[in-house]
């Protein structure tokens, strides 16, 4: 669940394709608008310096001598160089105060430019702010809407969470109540086996030492068929001695009920554990 | 005579007796006739029957020797006699019988052992067997008397036999 | 016996697996399968005495021997006390808790005139350290005997449940050889043999006393007169009565429960057989026509039948027939001589004179199982009498080349000898209960 809501956030950071095209469109525009203008500005300076050569005269031809083509071209060249020097200082200084000028003009178009494009800019910039207004609006809502969902989401998300928590704690107490049962059950048996064992350990022990203190009653062991129940102390101690089926004959009840006393106290384990097992005995007299 | 002699006779008689096998009817005859069989007798002196009378003529030694003996033994539970006991338990019969007059007491005894009342009873039984030889030999019945004492008057006290054999009789008395 | 040690343990482990299957009802169950047959534990402490001493009398001595000698006691020796109380107040159950006794009896002997004396005891429960019963007692200093006694006879029937019979009497006949010749005595004593009373005295032999059932008459069988005859004499003034001198026998007598008739035997027929008295009518009945001996007779508790002993078989056996002689029936099968029955107050024991071996013992036998047992492993044992509660038997036998007497418990655990001073001493008849 984790995963694909992740998935989903990341998916929200991405720019929208047609987002980012307008921008690039828009800046491409607004780039293109500033350089379209300045190539205006620089065509007619050209123009204007050609025209300057054309009225310019050839200069004196007059020593016409037997001089060196070569230093003639020499001296043309060296005239059209000084002239072309000439011509390119006035040239740049026309240029100069032309692109001075120009300068001037694009400054002051600049300005203007500027301030339009400031202003545009800022237009822009508060169509900009708007829309990334409206966007960061918009983003907010959809942000919040997003929020709002994921929250819900992240609710539902947590509520199925905790659900699948809730069902898998149950699932696990169950588990841990089956196995806390089986443990219990293991310990129950294996407390079971001990007990057993102790008492058939114990139980020869207890029997022989109350047959050895059962004084027969003055009718004999024939017909004396009580059954006692005896409370011991954990040290063995007889703290009572009940009749609980009589034999119907009162010497013989009570000749067993001074054999536990006469008997007392009875061997029993030591052990606190398997106190409960010898706690309350019951003797059937069948002799 | 002296009284090796006379136990000799006795033998000799008892003998006699037994081995001939008599009758018991024939007896009063063979009586008489004793006095003739065998060993002569010199009817000498008076002898004395029990009774403290004189015994005639017929009645001599052996009879009298006989007659001396007043117990009759038994065995150990029983009433019977034996041919001891039979012979003289019929010398006295053949004196009484011949003295009507006289009366006789047959003491029936037992021995220590065994309940007083069955021995008082076992008692009068052996003495009953005397009389009734007595009885069968002619004497009247109302001249026998029969008392049982049971072990109550032994002759002989120690527990064992050599006092019961002596206590197990029937003692014929004719004083009283 | 091992296989059946192996029978209860497997008893016990089938207990034991079985509440394994139902661990519900968990209460561990011990089976118990066998207990020690002794005596009850009892103490007798010696009571105090004040006053003038009675020679020769020790109350405790007289209730320590009447209650071991019944054989339902074990008296815990005097040297093992730790104190010696005279009353529960002084009773420290702790000290008695210690030496094992169950029971205890304490008392005092107060002289409260010149021949007077208040006896007083108490009878403790050691275990639930409470007093169980005590009484007092003033009485003259010659009663002080049949008060020790009395109070036997107390703490039996609280501690057994029976009555107790030592507050009852004895009568026997003993034999003196005197410079005369033998001296008869028929005399009545108590129970533990002392106090004798003379109440015959005789040359001739005296045989068969016989208690009446109010026990104030002696019937028996005297030789006074040279042979045996019945007389009976009553005890208070020595009053007598000749009731039976047929020709032959005349012996064996025995008062009927209700003390109407007297049952005898007789040779006056021809035969010892038993005849029937009436004391009333004095008319005579026979009971027995039979060629063997018949004697012996005694009667069953209610009255409607006799056991007796009759040769009739060869030998002496014990048979029963009714009241009117009719129903003979035969009880005694094993060995060749059973003789001398007397069946108990409450008609479930026989006891009797049997052979075996060559030697006379006493034997009781249960009526209703017809199992034997055999009391006594003497030679010469006569006359056996039950004590009117059943639970013991008086018999005659040899000791020392003597005629003594001499007590068993019907279970034959315990037997004492009586003991006499002098002569030789037979024929005990136990009284019944004295009124």
Redesign the interface.
Known sequence: MKHYTSRRLLKKRHLSPVALGLAILLHGLLFGIMFIKVDSHLKPVAMVKAMQMNEEKPIDIIEASAVDKKVLEERKEKKKAIEREKQRKITAEKKRKAEAKRKEEEKIKKAKAEKKRKKEAKKKAALKKKKADKEKARKKAEAKKKKDAKRKKKLAEEKKRKAAADRKRKVEKERKRKEADMKKQLEAKAREGRARQAMSKYAPRIQRKVQDNWYLPPRGAEGCNPTVQVNLAPDGKVLRARIVKSSGDSFCDESVEKAFMRASPIPIPLDPDLYSEFKVIDFPFRP | MNNTSKLILIVLLAGMVVVSGCNKKNRKAEGADMGNTGVSTSGTGTEFGPDGKPLGDWQSGALADLLAQTQVYFAYDSTELDADSQAIAEAHATFLSNNPATKVVLEGHAD???????N???G??RAQSVADVFVALGVSPANIE?????E??PVAEG?DESSWRLNRRVEIRYD? | MKLSNMKKLAALLIILSGLMVNPVQAVLTIEINRGVDVGIPIAIVPFSWSGAPVAGESMTEVIEADLTRSGRFDSIPQADFLQQPHNAKEVRFKDWRLIKTDYLVVGSIRQTGATTYNVKFQLMDVFRGNTLTGYQYNIQSTKLRNVAHLISDIIYEKLTGEKGAFNTKIAYVTVEKTKKGRRFLLQVADSDGFDPQTILDSHQ?L??PAWSPDARKLAYVS?EK???MIYIQRLSDGKREKVASFK??N??PAFSPDGTKLAF?S?KDGN?EIYVLDLRTRAIKRLTNNHG?D??PSWLPNGRGLVF?S?RSGQ?QIYRMNADGSGVQRLTYSGK?N??PSVSADGKLMVM?S?GKGR?HVAVMNLRSKEITRLTDT??D??PSFAPNGRMVLYAT?QD?KGVLAAVSSDGRVRQTLRFLQGDV??PAWSPYLR
């Open positions: 220590e052992r065994g309940t007083r009342e069955y008082l009873a076992l009068e039984r029969v008392i049982s004492y049971g109550e008057n527990h009283r | 032999p045989m068969s030789f040279k042979r045996s032959g026998i012996s064996a035997v040779s010892t001996i004697t012996e002993t040769s002496p001589y003789a001398r004179i052979r006379f030679l010469l006569e006359s040899e080349n037979r024929e």
